[in-house]
């Protein structure tokens, strides 16, 4: 009687401390019906690999009954830490539907990943007479099986999985701010860690990801305006040295993109910042005084939707086909 409506559908972002979630109809947040954030505790999820299942089950059971969600369809963000995403060339002669087996037979030759089963998509970005070029995105299979059976297991209905990287790229978008021939590189900086990844005409060219050297205990949980929030216990001194170290290796990536992967011929024109970084505004100022480029933040008060904005990744999602 009361069956999910067909045009709503769930949007979760997962990372090591925490899960956000927007409900809403595809395609258009102008229709959000609900959205939450729960913290997760301990190491329930350790560099994106669940370490107490049942409690991270809860966890999504708990939302799921909430807000009525049983049996929505789900649309949701793996964890950085554990993508791989390259460049690679592949011989002409292959054709676009057999590159995803091509790779599988490269794998331990030409091909020489982190994980022995991956799970792959890619991008095709350029094609001549003798290669392709294509941007690959791999992912541990058993590790995504994992998010996939526990997500099945709170009563959801697993869609599609993306990279967060691309959801906030989607808002970017919607928001009109692509400019022609721009290079972008889009700085997620969250608590569990960071993510960098360069834009050119909408396709990424190339992507790292920087694990947090902090102790995750130390940020405490504290509500504000309705709001959960985190904040920073521990000594300062760790906080703002690790904030000094990675302006300096962003700075540093830059320098590489320009020099090492455009091989001198463009350079990175604007920086996006995202993420859920506790301290977002002295962090964008600070960005902003070291690098030569604009830095920028997107509002997602300009899609006239009230969220705050660390919901952006999972914004990007409703944006998903």
């Known amino acids: 009687m009361f069956g999910w409506k067909k045009d709503k559908r769930v949007h979760i972002v997962i990372k090591d401390h925490t899960i956000r979630y927007v409900v809403a109809a ?12 729960e913290f997760l505790q301990g190491d329930i999820l350790q560099d994106g690999v669940i370490q107490n299942l049942r409690r991270f089950e809860m966890v999504l059971e708990d939302i799921v009954a909430k807000h009525q969600l049983k049996n929505a ?18 011989p002409s002669e292959v054709e676009d539907e057999a590159i995803k087996g091509y790779l599988y037979q490269q794998l331990g030759e030409s091909l020489h990943l982190p994980f022995d089963q991956p799970v792959f998509d890619f991008v095709k970005m350029s094609d001549d007479k003798r290669e392709k070029e294509i941007f690959l995105v791999a992912y541990p299979q058993d590790k995504i099986e994992q998010m996939e ?13 993306d990279l967060s990287s691309l959801s906030v790229y989607r808002v970017y978008e919607q928001l009109s701010f692509t400019t022609e021939g721009e290079h972008l590189l889009i ?36 509500t504000s305006d309705g709001e959960g929030h985190l904040h920073w216990t521990g000594d300062i001194q760790d906080l703002e040295g690790f904030v ?28 996006v910042l995202a993420g859920d970084w ?10 902003a005084e070291r690098v030569r480029v604009p ?10 939707l009230s969220l705050p904005d660390r919901y952006t990744d999972a914004v990007g999602l409703i944006y998903k086909t």
């Open 187 to 222: 700085v997620e900086w969250n608590i569990d860690g960071i993510s960098v990844t360069a834009f050119h005409e909408g396709v990424p060219q190339f992507s790292r990801q920087m694990k947090t050297t902090l102790d995750k205990k130390e940020w405490k949980m504290f």
């Open 278 to 287: 506790a301290y977002g505004r002295t962090l964008h100022d600070q960005l």
């Open 295 to 304: 830095v920028d933040t997107i509002s997602l008060e300009l899609l006239d």
């Open 149 to 161: 059976e526990s997500l099945t297991v709170a009563n959801l209905k697993p869609k599609a999985a």
């Open 26 to 37: 595809a395609h258009n947040p102008s229709r959000i019906e609900a959205y939450g954030e």
């Open 73 to 90: 369809p789900l649309y949701f963000c793996v964890p950085d830490s554990s993508v791989i995403l390259r460049h690679l060339s592949v």
């Open 244 to 271: 000094t170290d990675q302006i300096g290796e962003i700075s540093r990536i830059l320098d590489f993109y320009q020099f090492s992967v455009m091989k001198g011929n463009a350079a990175i024109t604007r920086i």
